[in-house]
């Protein structure tokens, strides 16, 4: 069976430092993966999906980045954190192929910059 | 563009009695509707998804969806509500374009009182 990875389940950074949040996904090839923030417990907002290696499209010009350096690792970034990216970052994979096939999410990352 | 609205921030409904979640949808061409549940600090897990078909799609948990075309709707329903189903429920539409990323509502926290 598949299963999706986070970490670290939560992070508490300053304003200004780096940041790296990790996802893997075990039992799938090829999968579709994708980046979301939910700010206030509520609407999900996506920030990146990957169809492949090194393929990366951004929704939402912003203070991050994405990089898939591996089929099922999708790893996102940033240089200097602001206030503004406090949130709970989810992963989620889906099957290639049809495109009506569901996303999985995973346990999500809880991100404070104070 | 898609979207998705859910017009409820919540639904409060009493153990046993049946519930109902809203979802409208805005979308060209055929749509694929999804339904997930967030429980506290976790991911969200998936539902349903009516892809096409019959109209009313069952799914985990006792829940099912009614598809309903000429409204654009698609509500979420149990004939009997527990109250371990208490929970923030999105309504989520796949984006048209190629793009495979779903567009979420912003949401309807439900509340099962004993």
């Known amino acids: 069976s598949q299963t999706i990875h986070q970490w670290p389940a939560t992070l508490v950074q300053p304003v200004g430092s780096p940041l790296s949040l990790e996802c893997t996904v075990e039992?799938?090839?090829?999968?579709?993966l994708y980046w979301y923030r939910q700010a206030a417990g509520r609407g999900l907002q996506l920030l990146f999906y990957?169809?492949?290696?090194?393929?990366i499209s951004s929704e939402v010009p912003q203070n991050l980045s994405a990089s898939r350096p591996q089929d099922r690792q999708f790893i996102l970034s940033s240089k200097k954190l602001l206030l503004s990216d406090s949130g709970f970052y989810l992963c989620?994979?889906?099957?290639?192929?049809?495109?009506?096939?569901?996303?999985?999410f995973g346990p999500g990352t809880r991100l404070t910059v104070l | 563009a898609q979207s998705v609205a859910q017009p409820e921030d919540q639904v409060n409904v009493a153990e046993g009695n049946p519930l109902t979640v809203k979802c409208t949808y805005s979308?060209?061409?055929?749509?694929?509707l999804f339904w997930y549940v967030q429980y506290p600090n976790r991911g969200l897990q998936f539902l349903l998804k009516?892809?096409?078909?019959?109209?009313l799609v069952k799914g985990s948990y006792g829940f099912e969806a009614e598809f309903n075309k000429s409204q654009t709707s698609f509500h979420l329903k149990k004939p009997s509500a527990l109250v371990s189903d208490s929970a923030l429920y999105f309504c989520?539409?796949?984006?048209?374009?190629?793009?495979?990323?779903?567009?979420f509502g912003s949401g309807t926290r439900l509340q099962v009182q004993p």
């Open positions: 989620a994979w889906s099957s290639p192929g049809p495109t009506h096939n569901e996303q999985f």
């Open positions: 979308v060209s061409g055929n749509p694929y």
């Open positions: 009516y892809i096409t078909g019959d109209n």
């Open positions: 990957s169809v492949g290696i090194g393929q």
């Open positions: 989520a539409v796949r984006d048209t374009g190629g793009r495979r990323a779903l567009t």
């Open positions: 039992g799938t090839s090829n999968p579709n």
